[in-house]
Nanobody, 126 residues
Framework: VQLQASGGGLVQAGASLRLSCTAS????????MGWFRQAPGKEREFVAS????????VYEDSVKGRFAISRDNAKNTVYLQLNSLKPEDTAVYYC????????????????????WGQGTQVTVSS
């Protein structure tokens, strides 16, 4: 599975961005999808995950109420809407896929994911 992330950029605090991640896999709906981020000098951390159908989502506490994960299985794409951005949200954002069929799961752990995209840079200025 190849994942291509896009949508990052340089924005001011309080602005919004929408990240997209498109998968090459036609059986995209069999995968739990996740977003992670890595700031300079820090470890990669969990941001959000969405189950195969999109019925279940989970978020890291610091982004709850500001970020929203969604997916369009017909387009093989997962999205991350970033609202009310803060300078501490600055990081490279990575999408990831984990085969979970037939279960309907969200996943928080880096080691649970099988495939990773190349990352897209989000920079938030104060």
């Amino acid at each position: 599975v190849q994942l291509q992330a896009s949508g990052g950029g340089l924005v001011q605090a309080g602005a919004s961005l929408r990240l997209s991640c498109t998968a090459s896999e036609r059986t995209f709906s069999r995968y739990t999808m996740g977003w992670f981020r890595q700031a300079p000098g820090k470890e990669r951390e969990f941001v959000a995950s969405i189950s195969r159908s999109g019925r279940a989502t989970v978020y890291e506490d610091s982004v709850k109420g500001r970020f929203a994960i969604s997916r369009d299985n017909a387009k093989n794409t997962v999205y991350l809407q970033l609202n009310s951005l803060k300078p501490e949200d600055t990081a490279v954002y990575y999408c990831a896929a984990a085969f979970s069929y037939p279960r309907e799961l969200t996943m928080r752990g880096l080691g649970e994911y099988d495939y990773w995209g190349q990352g897209t840079q989000v920079t938030v200025s104060s």
